[in-house]
C-alpha cells in the first residue's frame, strides 16, 4: 500500500531507491557493499557467526551452576533457537545474495524486518521475544566486528563501495544522522535520506544541501512506517516521501528527475558567466565548503572564492586523534592550492551545539551533559578555552596562507572581551612562526555575525575587523530563541521574521558605509527568495552552497539593485515582511 510521510524539504530535487533503514542504535555496524565474488564468503563469515555464538550459548549453558533458576536455561534455549531459525539466517543471506550487503549489514537489515513483526504482534508475551532476536543478533555482530578487526565503521562507514554499488539506487532512512556521519555520505552510494528528526538548518540539513542530494527531515515517523527495502520517492522540493508509490505516481516523479537534471544541465551553462545585476553591479558568489576536498566543487560551480570553509569538520569522526597543526596546514593548503589564487576564508572551529567533539575527556561538549549546547561552550567560546589548540590552528591557517589568498573567520563573536584574546591569539601565533622561521603571509581578518548582540553592536566591531560575515543559521536561532535543530519548534524558525531581516540590514548597511567587506553565508544566501531583498539591503557577496551559485546568479543576472533598494522601506515596514517582498520584487515568498 503507498503512504505519504510530511516532513521538512531541506534539500531540493526527487530521488527513487530503495530504503535501507538504519536504526540509530546500530549506528555503529558496518555498512559496505561486497563484490560478486565475495557474496559466498560473506555468507561464510555469517554462517561463522552463528556457529561461534550458539557454541558460546551452549556453553554457557552447560556451565550453568545446578541452583540457577530453571527460566535462565529456558531462556538459552529460546536464543539458541532463534539462532538456528530461518527467518533469520536464510533471510539474512537474502540481504548479501541479492543486495551485495555485507554481514553486518545483512544481519541488521533483517533485524529491522523481524523486530517490526514482533512489534506488530497482539500476543505481548511474544511481542517481547524481540529483546531475545535483539540479544541474538547483537552477539553476532559483536562477533563480526571482531572478526572484521575493527569494533564497527559506523554510518560513517555506510555503503562505501564506488565501483561496485548493486543495481537499484538506495537512500536511506534513519531516525537521525550525525552532522559528523553525513559528512561520510558524501562518499556512499546513497541518492537521498530521509530522518525522522532534525531542523531546516541544522548541520546535517547543511551538509545534506552541500551534496545536492533530496532530503526530507522531521518526518517524524519516517523510519517507523517505511521498511526494510521498501521503494520510496524522496521529494526534497515538497518535503514528501511517498512510501511503495504506485506506477502512475513513480512515472510522474522519474518525469520531474529528468526536467531538474535538464534544469541542471541548463544552470550550469552559466557556470562562466561573470554575476552583474542589470544595473551593473558586479556582485561576488563565493562557495561554502566542509573539507579541502569540495574546493574543486567550488571551482566547477563557477565561485569565485571560499566564502566559508566550515574547518570543525576537520575535527569530526577523530575521537582521540584530533588533528594537529600539520595536518590542519596541509588541509588549508590543499583547500588555497584547489582555489588556485582566489581567496580561501577560513572559519576556525566552530565545535559544540549540533557538532560535538568527540573527544571523551571534553564531556561538557557531549550533548547529553550540556544543559543547553547551542547556548553554551561552542565556536569561539570553545576556542578561547582552549587557547593551545586555538593558536595551533591560527598558525596552520597562518601557514597555508603562504600558499594564497587566506581570510580568518571568528564564529559566534559576541563580546568585545573575545575580540581582544581573539587577537592576542593571533599576534602570539605570529610571534611563534616568526621565532620558528616559519613563512606565513598577509590575512585578512573577520567576525561572523550570527549573534544578535554583535549585529545590535555592528560599529563597534567592525572598527576591530576587515570583514564581516553574517551567519544567518544562528541569527535566526538566536534572535527567535528556536533550536535550529529542533524539529518541534521548526516551524517558528523564519528568516522573514522583521526582527531577523532589520538585524541583517542593519549589518549590511553599516559595513557598506564604513567601508568593510561584508557578506552572508548562511542558508539565506543560496535561498533564491532572499536574493532580491539581500540586494536590496546593499549586499554584494555572497557565500554558498556550490550546487546553489548558478540558481543564485540566475536570479542575480535579472535584478536590477535600484529599483530593489527602492522599494527596502516598504518590504522592512511590513508585518509580513515575506508577503510584501513577493508584491515589491514579484518573487515567490518561498521556495
Ligand atoms: C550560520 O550560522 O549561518 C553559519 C553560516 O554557520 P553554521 O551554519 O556553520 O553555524
Ligand atoms: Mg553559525
Known amino acids: 500500500m503507498s503512504i505519504q510521510v510530511f516532513g521538512m524539504a531541506v534539500s531540493r530535487g526527487v ?7 538504519v536504526a540509530s542504535s546500530r549506528i555503529d555496524v558496518a555498512h559496505y557493499f561486497v563484490g560478486p565474488d565475495q557474496v559466498a564468503a560473506e555468507i561464510e563469515r555469517l554462517r561463522m557467526a552463528r556457529n561461534v555464538v550458539a557454541a558460546e550459548l551452549s556453553s554457557l549453558q552447560a556451565d550453568m551452576p545446578a541452583d540457577a533458576p530453571a527460566e535462565l536455561s529456558a531462556l538459552l534455549d529460546v536464543h539458541l533457537m532463534l539462532l538456528h531459525d530461518d527467518t533469520l539466517s536464510s533471510a539474512t543471506k537474502h540481504w548479501i545474495v541479492e543486495r551485495h550487503y555485507n554481514a553486518e549489514w545483512a544481519l541488521s537489515a533483517q533485524l529491522e524486518v ?32 571482531r572478526d572484521a578487526g575493527r569494533a564497527g565503521g559506523g554510518i560513517a562507514q555506510a555503503a562505501l563501495a564506488p565501483d561496485f554499488g548493486g543495481e537499484e539506487p538506495l537512500v536511506l532512512v534513519a531516525n537521525d544522522v550525525a552532522p559528523a556521519d553525513m559528512l561520510q555520505f558524501k562518499r556512499s552510494v546513497f541518492t537521498g535520506f530521509v530522518t525522522d528528526v532534525g531542523g531546516q538548518n541544522s548541520h546535517t540539513a547543511i551538509v545534506a544541501r552541500s551534496m545536492d542530494i533530496p532530503a526530507v527531515v522531521g518526518a517524524r515517523e519516517a523510519s517507523r512506517l517505511i521498511r526494510q527495502d521498501d521503494w520510496i520517492v524522496i521529494d526534497g522540493d515538497a518535503g514528501v516521501v511517498v512510501v511503495n508509490p504506485s506506477q502512475i505516481v513513480l512515472e510522474e516523479y522519474r518525469f520531474r ?22 544595473d551593473g553591479q558586479a556582485i561576488e558568489l563565493l562557495a561554502n565548503i566542509e573539507m579541502p576536498g569540495d574546493a574543486a566543487a567550488a571551482v566547477e560551480s563557477g565561485a569565485v ?25 596541509e588541509a588549508y593548503r590543499e583547500a588555497v592550492l584547489a582555489m588556485n589564487g582566489l581567496p580561501v576564508t577560513v572559519r576556525t572551529v566552530d565545535i559544540g551545539a549540533d557538532k560535538p567533539l568527540e573527544r571523551l575527556s571534553s564531556a561538557e561538549l557531549r550533548h547529553e551533559h550540556v544543559l543547553n549546547p547551542a547556548l553554551g561552550l561552542r565556536a569561539i567560546r570553545w576556542s578561547l578555552s582552549e587557547p593551545g589548540m586555538f593558536r595551533q590552528q591560527l598558525r596552520a591557517i597562518l601557514r597555508a596562507s603562504a600558499f594564497g589568498k587566506v581570510r580568518i573567520l571568528i564564529p559566534m563573536i559576541a563580546h568585545l572581551s573575545e575580540v581582544r584574546l581573539t587577537f592576542e591569539a593571533l599576534a602570539r601565533a605570529r610571534q ?63 528568516p522573514w521574521h522583521p526582527a531577523v531581516l532589520h538585524l541583517v540590514a542593519m549589518t549590511i548597511e553599516a559595513a557598506n558605509r564604513l567601508g568593510r567587506g561584508v557578506s552572508v553565508c548562511g542558508e539565506m544566501a543560496g535561498d533564491p527568495a532572499f536574493t532580491d531583498l539581500l540586494l536590496a539591503m546593499g549586499l554584494r557577496s555572497f557565500s554558498m552552497h556550490p550546487s546553489r551559485i548558478a540558481l543564485i546568479k540566475q536570479r542575480i543576472l535579472r535584478a536590477d539593485t535600484r529599483r530593489l533598494a527602492s522599494a527596502l522601506p516598504a518590504v522592512l515596514s511590513a508585518d509580513d515582511c515575506s508577503a510584501a517582498s513577493a508584491r515589491h520584487f514579484g518573487l515567490p515568498s518561498s521556495v
Do not use: W
Open 15 to 21: 530521488a527513487i531507491g530503495r530504503a535501507v533503514l
Open 114 to 145: 523481524l523486530a517490526r513483526q514482533f512489534d506488530e504482534m497482539e500476543d505481548e508475551y511474544l511481542r517481547e521475544r524481540k529483546a531475545d532476536v535483539e540479544q541474538v543478533v547483537e552477539r553476532m555482530l559483536q562477533f563480526l566486528a
Open 257 to 278: 528527475q529528468r526536467q531538474s537534471e535538464l534544469e541542471r544541465a541548463r544552470l550550469h551553462r552559466l557556470r562562466n558567466t561573470p554575476a552583474v545585476t542589470l
Open 305 to 329: 572564492g571560499v566564502g566559508l570553509f566550515r574547518s570543525e569538520f576537520l575535527f569530526m569522526n577523530r575521537a582521540d586523534d584530533l588533528p594537529g597543526e600539520d595536518e590542519q596546514f
Open 432 to 494: 611563534q612562526l616568526d621565532d620558528a622561521g616559519r613563512a606565513h603571509g598577509r590575512v585578512e581578518i573577520g567576525a561572523m555575525i550570527e549573534v544578535p548582540a554583535a549585529a545590535l553592536q555592528i560599529e563597534a566591531f567592525l572598527r576591530h575587523f576587515d570583514f564581516v560575515s553574517i551567519g544567518t543559521n544562528d541569527l535566526i536561532q538566536y534572535a527567535l530563541a528556536i533550536d535550529r535543530a529542533d524539529e518541534a519548534v521548526a516551524h517558528l524558525y523564519d
